[in-house]
Nanobody, 121 residues
Framework: QVQLVESGGGLVQAGGSLRLSCAASGSIFSINAMGWYRQAPGKQRELVATITSGRMTNYADSVKGRFTISRDNAKRTVYLQMNSLKPEDTAVYYC???????????????WGQGTQVTVSS
């Protein structure tokens, strides 16, 4: 079983910062891309940022310059440092990873349970 467990969400004032973490555990042979998506009430889930195993990054235009994604491959953990937060960043943030759970097993998408980020104005 593969699990992604997020932490670090919470309530913060506009202009503040939060750091999200997501650790992958369980039967894992290899991890390729990891990332973060978010879903605000009444909206579709959207990409926030992704990072490959080679640490190539991709960001949504709305967070460029404010958010930084990073990963620790040894710890199987991905981080999202969020600075200069805005009320429109309020959403449930989901961790994502593209994982091969075992030798000979197919790659697949895995998701965390989500962590709430609320930014007050």
């Amino acid at each position: 079983q593969v699990q992604l467990v997020e932490s670090g969400g919470g309530l913060v004032q506009a202009g503040g910062s939060l750091r999200l973490s997501c650790a992958a555990s369980g039967s894992i042979f290899s991890i390729n891309a990891m990332g973060w998506y978010r879903q605000a009430p009444g909206k579709q889930r959207e990409l926030v940022a992704t990072i490959t195993s080679g640490r190539m990054t991709n960001y949504a235009d709305s967070v460029k310059g404010r958010f930084t994604i990073s990963r620790d491959n040894a710890k199987r953990t991905v981080y999202l440092q969020m600075n200069s937060l805005k009320p429109e960043d309020t959403a449930v943030y989901y961790c994502y990873a593209y994982i091969r759970p075992g030798w000979g097993k197919p790659w697949d998408d895995y998701w965390g349970q989500g962590t709430q980020v609320t930014v007050s104005s």
